[in-house]
């Protein structure tokens, strides 16, 4: 035996390079290796979800998603594709109503379409409690977010259709009184509009809802303010060709408009136009003719101060 040993040590001192390239090799070969399955890479926001039995809801649900790390080749981490292809499911067998449930996450709970490894979850367990599962017919009602334009109120929604079948944990259900649309936002609107619109889920317990969308109306109204323009001049619109003189008295009228107040405050006194209408005078003589007004969109007349104005035309 020991002659043996003695000969092999006197074969390896004699082919040291070939032990070098022995060593090399194996060190390269390695190196291989822990580049090809060695990448790492943390998933963010895997679903966690719950596999419960017929008649049977979540009541409570610790983490709603996870993050999983995942230890594998370069190839199949390119495939992880940001966790859209993954889900954590947790079954649960002979539930009692009510019991706090704990499972440590493992890959055993895992749907991975790839060949990595999940190395580890956070959090690393889950906690549930189960309840018997219900069913009633809840009021929709649309929430709301943004900002209406000054003077524009909401005069009254109204959802399509008005009601919609949840079914959850009982538990859940007997606290509800109505189940709420996604917000729907409400800068710069201006008149009333119609939107389809997902109800929203409640945050606590797995709810199901049928329909998932609805139709909703929402009917604007405009509050009108009122202001008064003074010193309006007043225009005389005659014939084409007129040469006679025309005189008026007064030559300038005052007005009360009404309209959205921000409309109101963005409106200058010269794009108001006030005249009467002379064109159809044969005789020279004294008149009393009505002022017209004419007043920028979404704007109107209240009074005019004179209402009527005195015009002598002379030849």
Known sequence: MKNSFSRFWKFLAG???????????????????????????????????????????????????????????????????????????????????????????????LQNPTATKAVRFSPPEIFVRLDREGERLLPVKAAISGTLPEGVEVDRIVCTPASVRVSGAEQVLDKMQNIRTEAVNLDARQISFKESVQVALPQSGRIKVDPAWVTVDFFLVQHNGTQEFDNIPVRILSAPGETRIMTLSPQAVKIEVTGPKDRIEQMRTAEVFAYVNCADLQESTSYDLPVAIHLPSGLKLVKAVPAAIHVDIEN
């Open 15 to 109: 082919e040291k390079w070939l032990l070098l390239l022995c060593l090399v090799l194996g060190f390269l070969s390695w190196q291989g290796i822990r580049k090809n399955t060695g990448f790492e890479v943390s998933v963010p926001g895997v679903a966690v979800e719950v596999d419960v039995p017929e008649g049977w809801a979540v009541l409570e649900k610790s983490v709603n998603d996870v993050s999983i790390l995942f230890r594998g080749a370069r190839e199949d981490i390119r495939y992880l594709d940001n966790g859209r292809q993954l889900r954590v499911v947790v079954p649960v067998s002979d539930p009692v109503a009510g019991e706090e449930l704990h499972f440590k996450l493992s890959e055993k709970f």
